[in-house]
């Protein structure tokens, strides 16, 4: 808007699900990416008669720099705002009426008001549920967990497991229909199921969790709907 002459300001509330840098599509990536390339390059290479084995894997390292890289995407993002002439106000917004929004305290008048604040995951009403963590909280963890479990078969729950599986963790996916991905073409849908198979990842179709439940080791335990139990990290 600013570069098309109208003035312009954004809001931002300096929380990791505020901005699409912060949870969106950029940090989904950096994760996804490094664990491609390494697929790509362990298969090119057996192509061509070597052996390559992943020894070890630090995921704390991959975080910091995951962290780093978005920091700097901040600073570059904010610096073309700035040259664009764009007024960035940080803190608590609302809207007071029509026209008008108030941040911390202070009023601003704008003839057109744009809401962008972006989504934010649908915890399932399930008892403990408050137990696991959102694919924002995916971000933010320290270790590498040795088994998940991914309730949901949307887009980000079919790339959150295949990250984790390819990083060395026992992924099993709970689906409540028979498929993954449901808006995506049957054949897609088909061929990712099997490779996601192969590569293993187990996938719980027409599954649901019930009840999830904190054991003493810190470790969780999932009741399911078919009276089984299912144990993660």
């Known amino acids: 808007a600013a570069v098309y002459g109208q003035q312009d300001s954004i809001h931002r509330r300096w929380l990791r699900e505020a901005w699409g840098l ?16 390494f697929g790509a390059v362990r298969a090119g290479l ?8 992943k020894e070890g894997f630090d995921w704390p390292t ?32 609302r809207l007071v009426e029509a026209g008008v ?10 003839r057109h008001i ?7 995951p649908d915890v ?29 078969a949307g887009y980000i729950a079919v790339e959150l497991a295949g990250v984790l599986r390819a990083l060395g963790a026992e ?7 028979p498929q993954v991905l449901r808006p995506f073409d049957a054949m897609l849908r088909e061929g990712l199921m099997e490779i996601m198979s ?6 719980r179709t027409k599954t649901q969790a019930k009840a999830v439940h904190k054991n003493a080791d810190g470790s969780l335990k999932i009741d399911l709907d078919s009276g089984e139990a299912l144990e993660v990290d």
């Open 124 to 152: 399932p009403p399930v008892p403990g549920a408050e137990l696991g963590i959102t694919s924002d909280g995916f971000f933010e963890l320290e270790d590498l967990p040795k088994r998940v479990a991914i309730v949901g």
């Open 198 to 203: 192969a590569e293993g990842i187990v996938l």
């Open 101 to 110: 929004v108030e941040v911390d305290g202070t009023r601003y008048r704008a």
């Open 22 to 37: 912060q949870q969106g599509d950029y940090p989904c990536h950096v994760i996804p990416d490094s664990t491609a390339l």
């Open 62 to 93: 991959l975080k910091r720099n995951r962290d780093a890289y978005i920091q700097r995407l901040n600073g570059i993002y904010g610096t073309m705002l700035e040259k664009s002439g764009v007024t960035q106000l940080h803190g608590w917004g």
């Open 114 to 120: 744009v809401i962008a604040p972006g989504g934010k």
């Open 46 to 53: 057996a192509q061509c008669g070597f052996d390559v084995r």
């Open 171 to 177: 992924v099993t996916m709970l689906i409540r229909g």
